[in-house]
């Protein structure tokens, strides 16, 4: 868990992903068209990509995508999309990146 800590500490958004997952595509799409910047680490792409999933699923993170903004963990899909229709991602966004 500590280099997932030093992925996620370092830039102001973070989405592990599978470039397969129509879910993680939504995800990141979503964050995209808000202006969010993410940084997106595909879990089937990356060496070691395996294991920061594990290590993810480890500590209570179900399933991809797992987001984190400001290093802090945001949620998977669905909790994403439930702050956007409750209108605070972009805020939460924002008040990270600026």
Do not use: W
């Amino acid at each position: 868990m500590d280099r997932i800590k030093i992925m996620v500490s370092e830039r102001p958004v973070v989405i592990f992903s599978k470039s397969s997952c129509i879910f993680s595509h939504t995800v990141k799409s979503l964050f995209n068209d808000l202006g969010g910047n993410p940084t997106i680490y595909e879990l089937d792409e990356i060496p070691r990509g395996h294991e920061i999933e594990q290590a993810l699923y480890g500590h209570g993170c179900s399933a991809l995508p797992i987001v984190f903004i400001g290093g802090e963990l945001v949620g998977r899909a669905s909790g994403i999309m439930s702050l956007q229709l409750k209108r605070g991602l972009k805020c939460k966004i924002k008040y990270i990146t600026y």
